[in-house]
Structures are given as structure tokens and as C-alpha cells.
């Protein structure tokens, strides 16, 4: 069965950090590109990052580029989200997605953050930022 588990989600306050972690099971994790997507109430999902299964390239929307570093963890099967100076428009269920049609972030650039490529989900987590 295939599982995507996400955690780490929170209340923090404006300009704090917080960790995303997502953790797979029940697919070859190596050979899946993993991205982040959040919706906001109100809003369309959007992506946020996602890293490379072939190269291991990120890319980021352009809303968190410079705050938020993804990384990827084969050995443990988990993705990372660091989220850095966090802002009350990042607030939003955080949810990650593995796709097996991605294989470089860098080379499909923006593309790489349509969420039609993703097959696999997971249920999100909540992040708050208070102003």
C-alpha cells in the first residue's frame, strides 16, 4: 500500500520556522520525484517545491523562494520541508506527492509544480502562522 505521511505542521508566529517532514512507503522512493503543495481555505492548491528523483534538482514558486529549502532523504525514505521566515500567507494545509513522470525539478522548471503529474498523496498538515 502505498503511504505518504506527513508531519510537522503548526502554529508559529510570523518571521519563525518550522520542519516538514514527509515519509513514504509502498513505492521504489528513489525513483519518485517529491513535491510540496498547500492549500490555503479559499484557495487553489499550489505548489510550493519539489526535488528531483534523477538529479536530485529543486525548484521552488517563487512565494518561497529564499525562505523554504526542500531536501530528500533516500535512505529514510522522507522528504524535508524547512520553512524559514515564515509569513500569515504561507498558512495552509501542507501536503506532499510523489510523482513517477518527474525526474528532474530543474529541467521541467515551473511545470515540475502541476499537480496533474502527481500520482500519489498524501493527507497534508496544518500550518498556522499568526501575525
Known amino acids: 500500500e502505498v503511504q505518504l505521511v506527513e508531519s510537522g505542521g503548526g502554529l508559529v508566529q510570523a518571521g519563525g520556522s518550522l520542519r516538514l517532514s514527509c515519509s513514504a512507503s509502498g513505492f521504489t522512493f528513489d525513483d519518485y520525484t517529491i513535491a510540496w503543495f498547500r492549500q490555503a481555505p479559499g484557495k487553489e492548491r499550489e505548489g510550493v517545491s519539489c526535488v528531483g528523483s534523477s538529479d536530485g534538482t529543486t525548484y521552488y514558486a517563487g512565494s518561497v523562494q529564499g525562505r523554504f529549502t526542500i531536501s530528500k532523504d533516500n535512505a529514510k525514505n522522507t522528504v524535508y520541508l524547512q520553512m524559514s521566515n515564515l509569513k500569515p500567507e504561507d498558512t495552509a494545509v501542507y501536503y506532499c506527492?510523489?510523482?513517477?513522470?518527474?525526474?528532474?525539478?530543474?529541467?521541467?522548471?515551473?511545470?515540475?509544480?502541476?499537480?496533474?503529474?502527481?500520482?500519489?498523496w498524501g493527507q497534508g498538515t496544518q500550518v498556522t502562522v499568526s501575525s
Open positions: 506527492a510523489a510523482s513517477g513522470r518527474i525526474t528532474s525539478a530543474q529541467s521541467m522548471g515551473i511545470l515540475s509544480l502541476i499537480s496533474g503529474w502527481y500520482d500519489y
